[in-house]
């Protein structure tokens, strides 16, 4: 198929885990890769994991929009991806792996992350109703967020089957500490989180205004949300309870056929058995999201668990899902729903 992609912010960890699967990509060959604080430095200086790009060096931002790449990836901090993907040429296939492009609110947009709203893309999340199509026919992508991606493929179904009131959702849920990126800092030191869970940013996580909008456009109907994240002593993956007030109908046999039509074929939703809960580490390496539910009649709260790998499903894995889907090549194309272990 002769397609080259360039990534842009390829020395950060969500950059490492797009270039391990481009790696073991058929149809695409890797192009520039750029990563303005790491210039000239060797690939497998930053990514030893990855011996067959032993000889390649980063490159900076003006070489990569220079280099005619068919797809480019933004695997850039919150920010920063507006001003690359405002240089790119029109034909070019974009995916953002960052926020830049997610939220149609730009009020929204300017709470959470501040500064100036860039525009809104097509939400690249292939398993919600009617995306697939809409993903295929764009040249522009956001990538949805890791916390939105557990999170809404958890309540999704329950909310379009009518299971759970809009007005009244939770989520909890815990992440390994690469879903903070590469920079050094102090709370982030092995000694720091080791041993330890933290909740942070209660109520004021960014990934919230996400989810919300997600789940307001499946259920047609403004959705309230708690959102608490917690910072997990483990390197990668996502756990996250996700429970909503229950409607009259509810009870564990329709939650778990909910989910269970909802993501009947799906390649990398996976619901599990009755009776087995996700692990966070079942999903590691690959592009799969673990789900389960059921009705809690003491509470009256209809709960789904969900685990991704947050820089598989939750990002590479993701963005790599929907740059098959926009080069008409099957969607499952250097994929896996398999987890590596232990």
Known sequence: MGVTAAVAGASGYGGGELLRLLLEHPEIEIGALAANTSVGLPVTDVHPNLPDLDGRVFTDTETLVASK??????????????????????????????ADH?????????????????????Y?????????????????????????????????????????EPRDLSVVAASGTSGAGRSARTN??????????????VGTHQHRPEIVQTLSGVASAEVSLSFTPVLAPMPRGILATCSGRALPGADADAVHEALRS????????????????????????GN???????????????IVVSAIDNLG??????????????????????????????
């Not at 916390?147 to 379009?160: C, E, H, I, K, N």
């Not at 982030?188 to 940013?201: I, N, P, Q």
């Open 262 to 285: 909802a993501y009947a074929g799906e390649p990398f939703v996976r619901v599990l058995r009755p009776g087995r809960w996700p692990r966070a580490a079942a999903t590691l390496g």
């Open 124 to 164: 690249g999340l292939p398993e919600l109703p009617g995306a697939r199509p809409l993903i295929a026919a764009s040249s522009r992508v956001a990538a949805p967020g890791c916390y939105p991606t557990a999170s809404s493929l958890a309540l999704a179904p329950l909310l379009a089957a009518g299971l759970v």
């Open 313 to 342: 499903k939750g990002a590479a894995g993701q963005a790599v899902q929907c740059a098959n889907l926009m080069l008409g090549l099957p969607e499952t194309t250097g994929l896996t729903a398999q987890g590596v272990a232990p």
């Open 102 to 122: 997610r939220l149609a609110d730009a009020e929204a947009w300017q709470r959470a992350y501040g500064g100036a709203h860039a525009g809104v893309w097509t």
């Open 288 to 302: 799969a999201a673990h789900l389960q539910g059921t009705y809690d009649a003491e509470s009256g709260r209809v």
């Open 69 to 98: 790449a068919d797809v480019v990836f933004l695997a850039l901090p919150h920010g920063q991806s507006g001003a690359v993907a405002s240089r790119l040429p029109e034909g070019v296939r974009v995916i953002d792996l960052g």
């Open 188 to 201: 982030l030191l092995g000694s720091e989180v080791m041993g330890d869970l933290t909740a942070y940013k």
